[in-house]
């Protein structure tokens, strides 16, 4: 231990003697546990078996929307969980310091980049709103965004605008979803950019559509539109990238964000409650803290009554306040899973699983697909419409013949498909044929 750090725990009166530490501490990182007899990662049905709590009556197809827990993940919870309410003070004490940093070490391995550029929070929702209240907008810029990011994308920017008395601009990326195109995209962006944009917000996958984002590109288009501007004017791009987190085989901190938000209790199957934020740490030191940030750091100058002289920092994040523990810690096990699985291999089996639904529901009769078919737009959702039947209504018809789809809580709202790791080509053939049948 630094002496900073001993200084730290013991005038934030959170250290105990070294020798009355429960051995329950030294166990800090929980491994990944999975069945014995299902542990080959590479076989699908073991894949499956790993989530032995989610109903087997059902045809799951919105499992993008909230994690069952699969088993190593659900083990983690539960060993932590077990192991704080065993000796809160003690188990909690030994391991919230070190904690964080192992974690953004299992997510860096995830994402690219390096641990310290990872922050911990408890949703998406959550990362979108530390990043828009912290960004240094001020009155007379604009923050350019689409029509097309979900609700809690468009109040965090409304909020932060707000504040500051900055203007919103959202603007449509496509004219017809059946003829998008990157360049129609990429173009559209391009063009909207004035010299007022300090902030461009997109969504990668977009949840009302299905429609995915060349991420790359708009980060290469803003990049050509900031060597004009000083470094203090450049444009910000912010992604919201839940849908492709977890379902894509990128690494993030290559895909030209300046902030990268995601859920990662959604595609990546981590504990419910968690959530990551990706920022390289130029981009961390010029965010605003809008949340007391429990570090040594900005303890220390509280308590010596002196200014904060260090930088925002992702950790900072990651350590504010007291939350649900297990689940945060738990949260490396589910990286570990996809490890295991593969990236490549997991977004090749989603790929596959969505084009094998599209393709049948192109083929069907009074059915529009609204979600651009190939890989190159699109990514684990599916939206579309059975000609006379509103969205809901074929939500329900589906839930009759226990087969789980939503609707997509946007203005034009469609039925919503999510092929994923949970689901085997069976199930997609038999969801087909029941849309078939609605639809005749
Ligand atoms: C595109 C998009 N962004 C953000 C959210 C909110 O995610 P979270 O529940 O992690 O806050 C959702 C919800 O599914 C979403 O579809």
Redesign the pocket.
Known sequence: MSINRRHFLINTGIAVAAGAISAAGQNSVVKATLNPAVNDLQNWANVREQFDTISRDYIHLSSF?LVSHPRPVREAIEKYRRAIDDNPFLFVEQNIMEMPARIQAAVAEYTGGKPEEIALTN????GLAFVYQGLPLKAGQEVLTTAH??F??HEAIRLAAARVGASVKKIALFEYLSTVSEDEIVGRISKAITPKTRVVGI?WV??GTGLKLPVRRIADAIGEANKARAEADRILLVV?G??GFGVEDAAVAEMGADFFIA?T??WIFGPRGT?IVWAKPDNWKILQMTFPAFSMETVGAWMSGTPLKAPMQAAWISQGGFHAFEHEWALPAAFEFHKQIGRARIAERIHALNDQMKEGLAKIANVKLYTPRGNRLSSGLICFDVEGMRSDEVVKRLLEKRIVASTAPYRDSYARLAPSLLNTPEEIETTLRQIKTLAA
């Not at 949703?123 to 959550?126: E, L």
């Open positions: 929307f949703s998406t929702t959550m990011d979900h809690v994308h969504t977009h949840s919201d839940v849908h859920g209790h959604k959530g």
